[in-house]
């Protein structure tokens, strides 16, 4: 086999995978390669969190490389890129979980904030932040399912299809 050529196979493995561990989200899956390198970039919208996509790559890499090869080499997971984006509807939906948790209705980027009891873990140090760092920090811990509909309404009750990782 040459150098590179199980890329395409290996992509439509890891499509595979993936599709079957979060079924409904779209993911794209770009094999690439070129004279000096090889890759296979993964980007989704919303869905799961990247740590859980990364559980999934990684485990299917080495079933790949077991199934074709024999021998776990880690090589196919060296190659896999990852990058998840948020939609409108996902932004507006934890604006609105953070609007509730810092009990306002008017949001400011640039105003520092206590950081909410929803995203304080146990020995956290980071006390203050702004709109953007929470905004970040809660979508990466957020798995966003397209089974139910978005709340239509605020309050203290999180919608059945947004599931927070649970603090390690």
């Known amino acids: 086999m040459t150098a590179g050529s199980w890329v395409p196979d290996a992509a439509a493995f890891l499509s595979s995978d993936l599709s079957s561990s ?5 993911f794209q899956i770009a094999p ?4 000096a390198s090889s890759g296979i970039a993964v980007s ?5 969190p990247l740590y ?14 077991l199934l074709h090869w024999g021998v ?9 890129t990852k990058r998840r984006t948020m939609s409108p509807h996902a932004e507006a939906k934890i604006l609105s979980l953070l609007a509730d948790a810092l009990g306002t209705h008017e949001l400011d980027a640039e105003q520092v904030h206590p950081t909410p009891p929803l995203l304080t873990l146990q020995d956290d140090r980071c006390e203050m932040g702004t709109l953007p760092e929470f905004l970040d ?10 089974e139910c509909p978005a709340p239509t309404s605020g309050g203290n ?10 603090p390690r």
Do not use: H, N
Request: charged fraction near 20%.
């Open 22 to 26: 979060f079924g409904g989200v779209e």
């Open 32 to 35: 690439s390669q070129d004279f």
């Open 44 to 48: 989704w919208t919303d869905g799961p």
């Open 52 to 65: 859980a996509v990364e559980i999934v790559v990684a485990r299917s890499a080495c079933r790949f490389e």
């Open 72 to 80: 776990q080499t880690c090589q196919v997971a060296g190659i896999v």
């Open 137 to 146: 920090r809660l979508f990466e811990q957020m798995t966003f399912c397209r």
């Open 157 to 166: 009750v999180l919608c059945p299809c947004i599931k927070i990782r649970s």
